[in-house]
């Protein structure tokens, strides 16, 4: 599976300069353990501290990895379903796949990938790397880029910090944070 995220890498950093340069990406660091935040996006009990009321995962490369931000809506409504973890090194690196909500459906019938990347720093500290990318060009794909613009820099990134450093959100009340950073766009650079 290293091999297919290299060739992916590799594909995108070889095409002309279009939309698909574009990614988002963040880094930071949490006053958490390193096997904490792992737990954090690998575990059913971690993956509902902070990102999403309910979900499936079967830790494994091409297990099921879907988020169910509304687990009693319809099926196909409820988040990330049908998407697959594509990398898995532990402690280090998680990738999956990640589709678009059902308000972008030309979209939500692609998939971009999503790369964690973890760096421990010491007992009680871990540097996360997010990047996000993937993306095609068009109207439908500009619009999805903001929303995860928005949805990962002001709403998932800020409660997973949270949950590593205070504790699991409350989904009756979830908390209104700050985002990790102005915004999280960005673009692949090109030799």
């Known amino acids: 599976m290293q091999t297919t995220v290299f060739l992916v890498l ?41 990102y999403a009321p309910d979900c499936k995962v079967d830790l494994r490369v091409d297990g099921a990895y879907e988020i169910y931000f509304s687990p009693n809506a ?4 409820r988040g990330g379903e ?7 090194e532990p402690m280090q690196r998680f990738a999956f796949t990640w589709n678009a909500p059902p308000t972008i459906p030309y979209v939500r ?24 990318l993937g993306w095609g060009d068009g109207a439908s794909w500009d619009q999805a880029y903001d929303y995860f613009d ?4 002001e709403v998932v990134l800020p409660r997973f910090r949270y949950a590593m450093e205070v504790g ?13 950073a102005s915004t999280l766009k960005g673009s692949i650079t090109r030799p």
Do not use: C, Y
């Open 74 to 77: 319809k099926l196909g409504e």
């Open 168 to 180: 699991p959100v409350n989904w009756g009340n979830p908390p209104k944070l700050p985002p990790v």
């Open 10 to 50: 590799i594909t995108m950093l070889t095409v002309p300069a279009h939309a698909s340069n574009r990614m988002l990406t963040s880094e930071f660091e949490v006053n958490a353990p390193i096997e904490k935040v792992w737990d954090a996006w690998t575990t059913p009990g971690g993956i509902k501290s902070f």
């Open 109 to 132: 019938a692609q998939r971009t990938m999503v790369i964690l990347e973890f760096e421990s720093k010491g007992d009680r500290r871990t540097l996360v790397r997010f990047t996000h």
């Open 150 to 153: 928005h949805a990962w820099n």
């Open 82 to 88: 049908g998407m697959r973890i594509l990398g898995l």
